[in-house]
């Protein structure tokens, strides 16, 4: 076996440990909007090369939670308030159409992920823990991105869920976890129901009162 076919599963492995390690930074709030990702002061802080690094970065680009600049790198991603507007205007749309395909062609492990979610939501609010609750809330919304099994709007939506992740920690959290729970289930039974229009509706309808919530509205 030459080098060039020797497989990158370790490699691979790496990459996903520090974008993990990243992405829990910025959900833990120790890395902040603005903050530069900079791919060798990262590689050398975490005693790596620079492409597994460089490969984690990218991911956060990709999501959302980080955004490129040209000539300067990656930075962690914030939200104004014309942006967030924009960014859920969007999201309600293709949110309301990812929950309409899944009630569609739902199945039982489709429903028992999305119990599961909605389970880990309601523990994460017991137990006052705001990263767990983000990670939770994700979890859902990303669960049924997943199951309507569209690449296009996989594309399309990943990216604006990962803004409505900064918006979460840029935001008073004391404010939605619970009425979220709420929509969540409203989703839930309209896709356990087999009621793509309802599915959408809920969705969207979840989208608008996150959007109403962080600008002070509800």
């Avoid at 949110?95 to 429903?111: F, K, P, Q, R, T």
């Avoid at 119990?115 to 705001?130: F, Q, T, Y």
Wanted: charged share 25%; proline share 3%; glycine share 8%.
């Amino acid at each position: 076996m030459t080098v060039d076919d020797r497989p990158v599963i370790s490699r691979q492995r790496l990459a996903d440990q520090v974008y993990a390690v990243l992405r829990g930074q910025i959900l833990a709030r120790q890395l902040v909007p603005g903050d530069h990702l900079s791919v060798p002061v990262l590689a050398e802080s975490l005693g790596l090369s620079r492409s597994p690094v460089r490969e984690a970065v990218q991911r956060l680009v990709v999501e959302g939670l980080a955004v490129e600049e040209f000539h300067r790198g990656a930075r962690v991603a914030g939200v104004d308030a014309d942006d967030l507007a924009d960014v859920y205007a969007v999201r309600g749309v293709l949110e309301g159409l990812a929950a309409s395909l899944v009630a569609d062609h739902h199945d039982a492990a489709l429903l028992a992920a999305l119990r599961a979610s909605i389970s880990d939501h309601g523990e994460a609010i017991k137990a006052g823990d705001e990263q767990a609750i983000i990670v939770a809330d994700q979890a859902f919304h990303q669960t049924v991105l997943d199951a309507a099994g569209n690449e296009h709007l996989t594309r399309a939506l990943g990216p604006l869920l990962g803004r409505a992740q900064v918006a979460m920690l840029s935001g008073d959290l004391s404010r939605w976890p619970r009425k979220a729970l709420t929509e969540h289930r409203a989703i839930l039974a309209a896709i356990r129901a087999g009621d793509a229009d309802a599915a959408a509706a809920a969705a969207s309808a979840h989208v608008r009162a996150v959007l109403n919530r962080h600008q002070g509205l509800d």
